[in-house]
């Protein structure tokens, strides 16, 4: 099993759609968790930080659900420049270090 | 201004060159990272550094050779590679080891 699994999509949607991701992990032990999108030939962005009480910027919400061991991305009222693949990271599990999901394609369309 | 710099930009290198990456930081981060990125791939960690010194090697093949000379910087030296070590090597910062990570734009490599 990997240890963090992430859906790969491709997922297509038209503007104005609302999409989520999940990811999950493996060790419970992991302390810290985000979101990140990146775009083609890009370096990876932050998004966001995700917090066991869900945080919400925009348009965009993510949670955590610590006892299931996965985390959420919900984008509302897409738009074409949320198109990019969308990364799960996680971090800690009683060291530094940081694991990313493969990633998941989003294409919004016209 | 969370603004991680790389240099170069694209660099060539044959086998048997011996070449270094840069990467600096100035927003006061302790911890600074290096990453290989495959297309179509995540990036998979190489090494941390944590108060300028290496924390984490993720087994990478002693032809990479990382060195932090301070707070700021972040080098890593490459000899001997392998046409596969061609990717995208990505360099971090974050203000701690547990905390969001900033990337720079990553320095693509290629060995001929």
């Known amino acids: 099993r990997k240890e963090v699994e992430q859906d790969p999509g491709p997922f297509n949607v038209p503007e104005g759609a609302t999409v989520a991701f999940n990811c999950t992990y493996s060790?419970?032990?992991?302390?810290?968790f985000f979101w990140y999108r990146q775009d083609c030939r890009k370096e990876p962005k932050l998004l966001m930080s995700?917090?066991?009480s869900g945080n919400e910027d925009g348009r965009f919400t993510a949670q955590l659900n610590r006892a299931s061991q996965y985390i959420s991305l919900l984008i509302r009222d897409s738009k074409l420049s949320d198109s990019a693949t969308y990364l799960c990271?996680?971090?800690?599990?009683?060291?530094?270090?940081?694991?990313f999901g493969a990633g998941t394609r989003l294409f919004v369309k016209a | 201004d969370t603004e991680v710099t790389q240099t170069p930009k694209h660099l060539v290198m044959g086998m048997t060159n011996k070449k270094s990456l840069k990467c600096e930081q100035h927003?006061?981060?302790?911890?600074m990272y290096w990453y290989k990125q495959k297309a179509k791939k995540p990036p998979e960690l190489m090494f941390v550094?944590?108060?300028?010194?290496?924390?984490i090697n993720e087994s990478v093949p002693s032809r990479f050779s990382p060195e932090c000379p301070n707070s700021s910087l972040l080098n890593l030296h490459l000899h001997a590679l392998q046409p596969e070590d061609s990717a995208l090597y990505l360099c971090?910062?974050?203000?701690?080891?547990?905390?969001?990570?900033?990337f720079g734009p990553g320095t693509r490599l290629t060995v001929t």
């Open positions: 990271v996680v971090n800690g599990g009683g060291g530094f270090k940081t694991i």
């Open positions: 971090a910062s974050s203000q701690d080891p547990a905390v969001e990570q900033y």
């Open positions: 927003m006061g981060h302790r911890a």
């Open positions: 995700v917090y066991s």
């Open positions: 550094y944590s108060y300028e010194k290496l924390s």
């Open positions: 060790n419970s032990a992991s302390q810290s």
